[in-house]
């Protein structure tokens, strides 16, 4: 991840509308606060192209920061380019928010994550314990990613049960989503 510069913070919000729906960017300079999915409407079904190019600004501060410029780019990059591979995806952002530069098992895991499971891969709970240096610990990471502050760029859509189901995506609100995101990335690794 990339080093967080330490200034004054000055929370700022942008609005984004998305093939998942309304998605909201909290940041300020020193980086991405979170990402939230709103499921503002329900969503329609998901086959094919996205109904709507993504990620379209709808609201938020005409100035923002070039962290949370970089946010949408890598947003409109991921949900735009189905075809082209992770690695021409841009920089994701800076992040700033306790839980990911605190040193618990949950920033242990949230990092091992975005650093090695890539596109279109999946992995267990399980095996993602194992790779976060607590093999038995496959429970806490079910709570790490229901704590990710920063879904799609941290992927916690991509972790698995054991079984090869999917398993619960927003607290199973958002289930429909993570089969929709999963699809997408194989879409990319296919193009």
Known sequence: MREQKESLCTPKTISLLSPLGKIQVSGCENGVHTIQILMDVAPAERSGEPPLSCCVVNGGPAETGPELRRCVEWLRAYFNQPSSAETLLPPPPAF?????????????????????????????????????????????????????PIPLIIPCHRVISSSGQSGPYMGGRGDHLKQWLLAHERRREEG
């Open 96 to 148: 700033h928010h306790p839980a990911l530069s605190a040193d618990t098992f949950t920033s242990r895991v949230l990092h091992v994550l975005m650093k090695d499971v890539k596109m279109g891969e999946t992995v267990s709970y399980k095996r993602l314990a194992e790779m976060a240096g607590n093999p038995a610990a496959a429970r806490a990471v079910g709570g790490a990613m229901r704590r990710n």
